[in-house]
């Protein structure tokens, strides 16, 4: 068997010091926020090469305190693309704002510039490129977009942790940026975390209040809050896990390479690394139009895959409100219904590299023979 992620091989290498991280936290009685805590904030922060981060229950929280922190809410709208988890737009749609849609580039799954300036009204706010699988947005101009029209750019950045553009970390380019710590991310807590990381020390408090009830101090509450906050246990896992993550990443831009070097030549479309990006492979996703086929072929020899994400936000059934219909994106609908993700993990080994892209290959082969 070839899993799609495998959190226990991970694990396995880094039992003793995740054991004696914990035990510290029991010991310290620091459940909730405290020292490992504010530490991985620090950690993180600088790991970004930004200047605050801000530690919260899980990247979706981030997305909406980013948003409350920029001011959005009813009658705003807010740029962002359909084809992303759906955490995305929720968080747009939980200040009351609405969401507006932009196609991906076919390329890079992400936000397509050429289309970005046409959607933006007198009522926009915001713009959230996200930095899908891996791969930074082309942000520079959408910053310098942003600037020109006094828009505030939020990077979901829940799968690029060490994700570089132009070789700068993301979560320091844009004004602010919101990262999960989801088990299966590329740095992922033993339960739901994620981050809040800006430049800016208004945004950086806005966000230590709102995580917390809005109390500027105990029982004082000047804002409307949340309970947010994250716990003492992930705060001192992910400070371990944070000090493996170049490694970890290293390994699966390794394994990227393999991968496109054993299915070059194949009918498969591989993954693009822009110029402008460090892609850190939460995804490694190929596309064909003969998707199913492939899946099942490597299904039958114990080889799981993925789809993300199949049907793109603006289809989904509880999101008819945006009010978009199928034809709206093509590009988005037509990366939904071909693309697929294969095995990908720091642990993968090139031996099952060879054996994914062999079943890959003979799936097609026999289907063109
Ligand atoms: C995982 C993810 C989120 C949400 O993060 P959670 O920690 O699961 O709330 C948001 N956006 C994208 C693109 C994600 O992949």
Redesign the pocket.
Known sequence: MIPLVDLKAQYADIKSEIGEAIEMVLDSGQFILGNEVAAFETEFASYCQASYAVALN????A?HLALLAANIGPGDEVITVPF??I??VAAILYVGARAVFVDINPRSYTIDLDQLEAAITNRTKAIIP?H?YGQPADIDPIQDLAKRKGLVVIE?A??AHGAEYKGRRVGSIGDIA?F???PG?NLGAYG???AFVTNNNDYARAARMLRDWGQERKYHHVIKGYNYRMDGIQGAILRVKLRHLELWTEARRQNARYYNAMLEGSPVILPVEMPYARHVFHVYAVRTSHRNIVQQALDAQGIQTGIHYPIPVHLQKAYAETGYRLGDFPHAERAANEVLSLPMYAELSNEQIETVSAAIRGALNARTA
Do not use: H, M, N, P
């Open positions: 899980s990247g979706t929280s997305l992303t988890f955490a995305t996200v899908l979901d829940a799968q919101c999960s710590f989801y991310k739901e975390g994620g």
